[in-house]
């Protein structure tokens, strides 16, 4: 049988919840932002001595623009965040290079990741790397140059090195997903200032297990410190080096069993982070990252990867080396490992999406309503004021002119007064001038 491992589109992707939500909330941002600064120009606009608005009330507006302008700078840089801890070995930076479809974090055997390393997208297309303890970016374009950088460096295990890559051939990273790989949690006694440091803003944690053996005291002591500090952490398990159990299919079922068993006991009665036994059993999987790093590596370059059938077909096209390679790879049982990570990757997408819209969209969405609740309360007194001053004018207005219809009266009678007095008078005068002649 054929498998297909084309990569989800980018239409079909749960990460496109959080994609689209970042979007939206952006827009209503950018209207607030028109609205706030509209405001502060009115504001602004209103006559000095009209005492229809404080300086508080203006200061309150202004620094609302500052404000929003502050967190769409956040927004631009929120992302989906997730972290990925286990014992040394175990295959976390290989779990990560099998998501991002490419060998890009250097992994072996032996200890190798000895700090926090950031993979996010490159908005330029270009790789480089920040470390922090400088602010210049570094141009790394294999792996072998990106750990030549991380070994040069004198940061301690705490620290963090942020590497920006490409997004065209890794769908997470062009859906704004942020992957952390972290050293072994059985080198470090720094465990406290890796969970204050790193740990507080994920999304979504990864425990990378070893399924040759089982869950170890350091690494579910870690994850117990982890749900002290953080209410409910989103945790998937993934029992990783599940290709070993083809070498043992009499034991194979069993094994899982006793695996699943101890992780749901862990999840649900320790941890408490799942409230059913079933809805811990989605959260644990069975896989084999180098398996699917390597699938998907062949694929990328072209290669079948999926059956025996397909590699009998190659032998005339490609090198016997080749052929040695893919045959290795394909350990009985593959195809099911291949589909397990599948899955772990789609619910892994669900979780993740939703939880980051939920933690820190909401916070935005918070504060834009007091934004937008403030100014429009100040806007709001301001119409009040102006509506009680004209109210006020009208009334005195009113009165001037009932006082100079009043006047006017007056002098009515007034006129009408003298007008008879003057009458009186030439008639008396006439009166006194006949009686002289
Ligand atoms: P540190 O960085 O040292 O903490 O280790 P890590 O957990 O990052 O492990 P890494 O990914 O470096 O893998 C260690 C070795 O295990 C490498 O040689 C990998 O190729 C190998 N490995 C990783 N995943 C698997 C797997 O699923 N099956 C097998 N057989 N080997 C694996
Ligand atoms: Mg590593």
């Given amino acids: 049988s054929s498998l297909s491992i084309s990569p989800t589109t980018a239409l079909q992707s749960p990460l496109q919840i959080f994609v689209r939500a970042k979007k939206r909330i952006n827009d209503i941002y950018g209207?607030?932002?028109?609205?706030?600064?509209?405001?502060?120009?009115?504001?602004?606009?209103?006559?000095?001595?009209?005492?229809?608005?404080?300086?508080?009330?203006?200061?309150?507006?202004?620094?609302?623009?500052?404000?929003?302008?502050?967190?769409?700078?956040?927004?631009s840089r929120d992302h989906m965040k997730v972290a990925f801890f286990g014992r040394t070995s175990n295959g976390k930076s290989?779990?990560?290079?099998?998501?991002l479809r490419e060998r890009i974090l250097p992994s072996g055997i032996g200890h190798t990741t000895n700090c926090f390393i950031q993979v996010g997208g490159s908005e330029n297309g270009e790789s480089y790397l920040i470390s922090e303890d400088s602010t210049d970016?570094?141009?790394?374009?294999?792996?072998?140059?990106?750990?030549?950088?991380?070994?040069?460096?004198?940061?301690?295990?705490?620290?963090?090195?942020?590497?920006?890559?490409?997004?065209?051939?890794?769908?997470?990273?062009?859906?704004?997903?942020?992957?952390?790989?972290?050293?072994?949690?059985?080198?470090?006694?720094?465990?406290?200032?890796w969970i204050d440091r790193h740990c507080l803003d994920a999304d979504v944690f990864v425990l990378v297990a070893n399924s040759e053996s089982t869950l170890m005291l350091?690494?579910?002591?870690?994850?117990?410190?982890?749900?002290?500090?953080?209410?409910?952490?989103?945790?998937?398990?993934?029992?990783?080096?599940w290709d070993a159990s083809a070498s043992e299919p009499e034991f194979l079922e069993e094994v899982r069993r006793q695996h699943l068993l101890r992780t749901v006991d862990f999840l649900v009665d320790e941890l408490k982070v799942c409230a059913t036994r079933s809805e811990a059993e989605q959260r644990v999987f069975f896989v084999s990252a180098k398996e699917v790093l390597q699938a998907r590596?062949?694929?990328?370059?072209?290669?079948?990867?999926?059956?025996?059938?397909?590699?009998?077909?190659?032998?005339?096209?490609?090198?016997?080396?080749?052929?040695?390679?893919?045959a290795g790879m394909i350990a009985d049982g593959f195809h099911g490992r291949y589909f397990e990570f599948q899955d772990f990757e789609r619910k892994f997408e669900e979780c993740i999406s939703k939880s980051a819209?939920?933690?820190?969209?909401?916070?935005?969405?918070?504060?834009?309503?007091?934004?937008?609740?403030?100014?429009?309360n100040v806007m709001e007194v301001l119409l009040e004021r102006a509506s009680v001053k004209r109210t006020t004018k009208c009334q005195s207005r009113r009165e001037v002119l009932d006082h100079l219809d009043f006047t006017e009266k007056q002098l009515q009678l007034v006129t009408v007064e003298m007008k008879d007095k003057i009458c009186k008078m030439v008639e008396e005068v006439e009166h006194k001038v006949s009686k002289a002649l």
């Fill in 31 to 75: 209207e607030v932002e028109l609205y706030i600064a509209d405001s502060c120009k009115f504001l602004l606009s209103l006559p000095k001595d009209s005492d229809l608005i404080t300086k508080d009330e203006l200061v309150v507006v202004d620094s609302h623009g500052e404000k929003v302008k502050g967190i769409r700078e956040v927004l």
């Fill in 94 to 99: 290989t779990v990560i290079n099998s998501m």
């Fill in 137 to 193: 970016k570094k141009n790394v374009n294999s792996v072998s140059q990106l750990a030549h950088s991380l070994c040069t460096g004198s940061l301690g295990d705490s620290a963090l090195v942020r590497v920006y890559w490409p997004t065209d051939k890794c769908p997470l990273l062009r859906d704004d997903v942020v992957l952390v790989d972290s050293p072994g949690i059985d080198v470090s006694p720094n465990l406290d200032s």
């Fill in 218 to 241: 350091t690494e579910k002591n870690f994850f117990f410190k982890v749900s002290s500090r953080l209410s409910k952490p989103n945790v998937f398990v993934l029992n990783n080096r």
């Fill in 297 to 326: 590596i062949n694929e990328f370059k072209g290669l079948p990867i999926n059956s025996r059938l397909n590699l009998n077909q190659l032998w005339d096209t490609v090198s016997p080396k080749i052929i040695d390679i893919l």
């Fill in 357 to 376: 819209v939920r933690t820190k969209f909401d916070q935005h969405t918070k504060r834009g309503k007091a934004i937008v609740g403030d100014t429009r």
